[in-house]
């Protein structure tokens, strides 16, 4: 069964370094999307992706925070100058034309020291 | 932001009877509800939607009911098993623009016992 992956799984990087969190999403979708959850917070929309650009983006996704599709299978997620608040687990999204159901990938903890 | 909310943060149940997991949401735009199921250190997995067209949707075990005046959804789970054991969340969709995003309750953590 078709599924979204993300690499890595742990990521620990220090306060104002840049991170890159990749996602491979279902291989025919066309739309994606990145979500974060702070510990013991909700599940919150970070942004929305379609036809190579963004379609939406969530008042959190702020100049800091960049999306890409660099090729025809990942979907990157790029934080420019980590902060400690960034700590969180990021979660990719992808959902198929016409589909109204978006399937998550398992995660990346990010780890802001 | 309150929209989407899951007032009970665990429940437990024993295993072969009916569990009830609750939502409710005072966005009367939102137009899809689906509840995801979420295992530590796994993200959510997609286990059941419902259109606001509807109210009822049923799938094997799993029947999300959904009471549109009084903006109120439930999923019923029977016979629980303890593999269900998990996080809940409720989710809505909401469209801007001809593009969905979801907005997540807080969850509802279910044990079921043997």
């Known amino acids: 069964e078709p599924e979204v992956t993300q690499t890595p799984s742990h990521q620990v990087t220090q306060m104002g370094q840049e991170v890159i969190l990749r996602c491979v999403p279902i291989?025919?979708?066309?739309?994606f999307y990145w979500y974060r959850q702070i510990l013991g917070q909700k599940v919150e929309f970070l942004v929305s992706f379609y036809n190579n650009e963004i379609s939406e983006k969530s008042e959190i996704f702020d100049d800091q925070f960049s999306v890409e599709r660099p090729d025809g299978s990942n979907f990157t997620l790029k934080i420019r100058s980590t902060k400690l608040e960034d700590s969180a687990m990021y979660f990719c999204a992808s959902g198929g034309q016409g589909t109204d159901t978006q399937y998550f990938g398992p995660g990346t903890r990010l780890t802001v020291l | 932001d309150q929209q989407v909310k899951q007032n009970s943060p665990s429940l437990s149940v024993q295993e072969g009877r009916i569990s009830i997991l609750n939502c409710d949401y005072t966005?009367?735009?939102?137009?899809?509800f689906l509840w995801y199921k979420k295992y530590p250190a796994e993200g959510p997995t997609f286990l059941i939607s419902?259109?606001?067209?509807?109210d009822k949707n049923e799938d094997g075990r799993f029947t999300v009911f959904l009471n549109k005046s009084a903006k109120h959804l439930s999923l019923h789970i029977v016979p629980s098993q303890p593999g269900d054991s998990a996080v809940y969340f409720c989710?809505?969709?909401?469209?801007?623009?001809?593009?969905?995003?979801?907005?997540f309750g807080a969850g509802t953590r279910l044990a079921v016992h043997p």
């Open positions: 966005n009367s735009m939102f137009d899809y």
């Open positions: 419902i259109s606001s067209i509807k």
């Open positions: 291989s025919n979708h066309l739309y």
């Open positions: 989710a809505a969709r909401e469209i801007s623009g001809g593009y969905n995003k979801l907005i």
